[in-house]
């Protein structure tokens, strides 16, 4: 038994034809070599034909297409036999490698990645998360880099990306009251130049870094002092840039006042009288 390597691309075409060891007998005629036969496989064929000279010499066909990444390699056995009595025969093991093309593109693991948890406080630096591509290609053909595609220039200006890693990280500074949530695309992109694409979602949470900010939208000013309780005297608009429970405000007098503060409508109060005014007031 004898055996012999070969190696194909797994672009390689049907139809096409490889030559194999043809054996060697020394006997003539019907003693000689009268057929050849190949192993039970998927893809290759046995094509044998015979020489002017009679000698008869075998090719391997192959009839559907090779997949490296289904099957690598594909072991084969070529017998040979003669037409003597007894019948006499010799095999040979072929080995068919299959060479790696670039037929698969990046897959993601998932083609949607949702960050709810960034923080608007997030240091620079900070990861917010980090995206993740393979592919079945192997060497160079499987060596991927990423990049942001066709993102807000706003976002870009806030994150970054790690072209080797996939790490995505905060660039500069974020501010919930400016905008609570991104949206990213990022390419994966392979050597032979195949790519494909995912989306991140981000969510900033709010802090709370925003003051209360009052504005007095009307005033009475001088008071009469026989105004009656419950006179108003202003009305105060109070907003405060944060959400829910960090852009909750209440208003209160901070000294003894013949004054109180009653809400009025949505972020609205009321400044009116509570008792009639001293003339000390």
Known sequence: ?????????????????FSVRQAEDPDMGLNSIQSYQLSSNMHFLLDVETRSDGVKYAELVLEKPLDREEQAVHN???????????????TAQIRVIVLDSNDNAPVFSQPVYKVISLRENAPTGSLVLQVKATDNDEGSNAQIS???????????????????????????PLDFEETRDYTLAVEAK??????????????????????????????????????????????INVKDQDSEDNGKVSCHLQDDLPFKII???????????????????
């Open 146 to 172: 990423y990049v942001f595609s066709n993102i807000p220039e706003k976002a870009r200006q806030k994150f970054s990306l790690d072209a080797e890693t996939g790490k995505i990280t905060v660039k500069e």
């Open 190 to 235: 392979d050597r032979g130049g195949l790519v494909t694409h995912c989306k991140v979602e981000i969510e900033v949470l709010d802090e709370n870094d925003s003051a209360p900010e009052m504005t007095l939208t009307s005033i009475s000013n001088p008071v009469p002092e026989d105004s009656l309780p419950g006179t108003v005297i202003a009305l």
């Open 76 to 90: 084969l056995i070529l017998t040979a036999t003669d037409g003597g009595d007894p019948v006499r025969s010799g």
């Open 263 to 281: 809400s009025s409508s949505n972020n609205y109060y009321k400044l009116v009288t509570d008792r009639p005014p001293s003339p000390l007031y």
């Open 1 to 17: 038994t004898q055996r012999s390597d070969s190696l194909t691309g797994e672009t390689t075409a049907p139809g096409s034809r």
